[in-house]
C-alpha cells in the first residue's frame, strides 16, 4: 500500500520512512471513517426514495456514488506498483537501483556486511530512520551493509544473498592482505 498514489504522496513529503507508514496509516483511517459517515448522512436522506423505488434515478445515482467512492479508495490508497530493485557489482562498488533511487556504494566504504533475519531488520532496522530498506520480497534474511553513513538493507533471494555477501567481503580485503593470504595458502597447501 506504500507505493499507491496516497502513499508516495506522503513519502515524498516527509524524511522518514516510518513516519510516512503511520502518516498512510491515518490518512486511509480516516478516509474510510469520512467515507462511511458521508454513506450514512446521505442514507438519512434518501432512504425512503430508495425503498419505494428502487430501480429509481435516486437509487441508482445512490448506488453508483457509493460504487465511485469504493473505486477511487481503491485505486487511491490501496493498488500501488513497486519499482523492481536491481543490485549490480563492479570492480569498485555496489550499484543499487530502485526506481528513481539509484546509487553506489564503493567496497572501501562497507564497514561490515552480514545476513540479518527478517526478524531483526522489523524489530530493528526498519524502525532506524537512517536505513535504506532495497527489498523486492519478504525474505527470511536480509543483506546487511554498514555504512559510514547509514546502514543499507538488501532483500536478495537465498541463492544471490549467499554470492552476493561471499563476493563483497572478497572485495573488501585488501590487496596487500589478499595477497598475504594468497601466499600464506601456497605455502600450506
Known sequence: MAYSPLGKFIRKQTNDAYRAENLFILATATLVIALMLANQFAWAFIREDVLANPQGDVAITYWLVQLSFIVTFLLGC???????????????SVNVQNGDL???????EIQQVKVIS?????????????????INASEAQYVLLVTAHH??????????????VQHVSLQRVPVSSQFLLENNFALAA
Open 151 to 164: 546502514p543499507v538493507v538488501l532483500g536478495l533471494s537465498k541463492g544471490d544473498l549467499d554470492a552476493f
Open 118 to 134: 527478517s526478524d531483526l531488520y522489523h524489530r530493528h532496522y526498519r524502525r532506524y530512520q537512517a536505513t535504506m530498506p532495497i
Open 78 to 92: 490501496v493498488i500501488g506498483f513497486k519499482p523492481a530493485a536491481t543490485v549490480t557489482c563492479t570492480n569498485t
Open 102 to 108: 539509484r546509487f553506489a556504494i564503493g567496497y572501501d
